[in-house]
């Protein structure tokens, strides 16, 4: 049975990410305003876990220094064999604790804090060792594939590099997040080999495993596969940035913002708008902005680290920083401002 004492996070951080074509780490690209691991961190918060690892490892450092602000131990893979072994050396840190370990990516930007607590519930609820996070896509590619039996319970995942073609047609892919008891977790991880096409410890062989030793593996379904998307390269980190930028324009105008052309809008997750704002085509706020009620900005306005009164008006391609404005004024089009 699922042990409800105790939850541990350990986040996968330490890849290269060679489709990035960058010799940045992988998850200090970023997106929407941060690293898309910030993003992750921030969604993770909430679930209030006793203990948050990263596992880090490419440019280690680096990836170190981002964690600053966040609740997280740094934990160092020193050679990159793989997920499965990216996860057991969290063992150090996490030992013998009984409890459920969730495991997710530093590459998932988009995923969301109610998602990962409807698939914790489920872990808990269902009392199994080992539950995985499904969804389906219409383009599986470069996802690992889930085997399930003529009754749809879960056999296996496999890798795309390992997938026949057959397998290759199945659309509902491993998101890569995972809730296991630790006193499973660990065990398990030490009994997998690297016979694989990569010779690499595979964390998605622990549910084979976990079959064959008779054990139910669990099946969360999540109905939103954005939240899951894995940033791989720079076309889907333009995906991720759209996604999270219309999701905070979504909540702004459901507060009270008017956008004439929402998808060429940008406001930063730190801004404070008040209500009855209106906001042209191609405005851009950024920084610890505040914009006062009844404010217009017009096309294509840039603010950052601005503070504006309430009924004040921005003229068009208007370069603002570090600027406030007083309540009632109206600043002209092309003008640049700055303190």
């Known amino acids: 049975m699922s042990d409800q004492s105790m939850l541990f ?10 489709r990035m074509k960058s010799e940045k780490a992988k998850v200090l690209h970023h997106v929407f305003y941060a690293p898309m691991l910030h993003h992750v961190l921030t969604a993770v918060k909430p679930l209030g ?5 990263a596992i880090i490892g490419h440019q280690r450092s680096d990836v170190e220094r981002s964690l600053a602000g966040f609740d997280v131990v740094p934990c160092v893979q020193e050679e ?7 996860v057991l050396c969290a063992e150090q840190i996490i030992g013998s604790k009984k409890g ?10 988009l995923i969301q804090t109610e998602t990962l607590k409807e ?23 470069n996802y690992g594939r ?29 998101a890569g997040i995972y809730c296991v008891d630790v006193d499973f977790l660990f065990p398990i991880l030490k009994m997998i080999g690297t016979n694989n096409s990569q010779g690499e410890v595979y964390l998605t062989d622990i549910v084979l495993i976990a079959t064959e030793q008779k054990h139910p593996v669990e099946k969360h379904l999540t109905s939103r596969p954005l939240d899951v998307l894995g940033v791989n390269s720079r076309i889907e980190l333009a995906e991720a940035h759209k996604e999270l930028q219309m999701r905070r324009n979504r909540q702004l105008m ?3 913002v008017t956008m004439h052309d929402p998808a060429t809008i940008s406001i930063a997750p730190e801004v404070k708008m008040s209500r009855d704002v209106i906001l042209y085509p191609g405005v851009h ?9 009844n404010c217009t900005l017009k096309t294509g306005a840039f603010l950052k680290d601005s503070i504006l009164g309430e009924n004040v008006s921005i003229g068009a391609y208007s370069y603002l920083e570090r600027c406030a404005i007083e309540a009632g004024k109206d600043v002209g089009p092309h003008s640049v401002l700055s303190s």
């Open 100 to 109: 459920t370990v969730m495991i997710l990516c530093g590459d998932t930007p």
């Open 49 to 53: 876990a006793d203990k948050t690892i």
């Open 9 to 18: 996070l350990v986040i996968l951080a330490a890849g290269k990410g060679t």
């Open 254 to 256: 459901l507060e009270g």
């Open 80 to 86: 990159q064999l793989g997920t499965g072994h990216a």
């Open 285 to 293: 706020i950024t920084g610890h902005s505040v914009i006062g009620e």
């Open 119 to 141: 698939m914790y519930a489920q872990h808990l609820a269902h009392g199994g060792p080992l539950t995985i996070m499904t969804t389906f896509l219409e383009n599986s590619t």
């Open 146 to 174: 889930i085997i399930t039996n003529n009754v749809g319970k879960v056999l296996s995942i496999i890798e795309e590099k390992d997938a026949s073609p057959e397998q290759k047609k199945i659309r509902e892919i491993n």
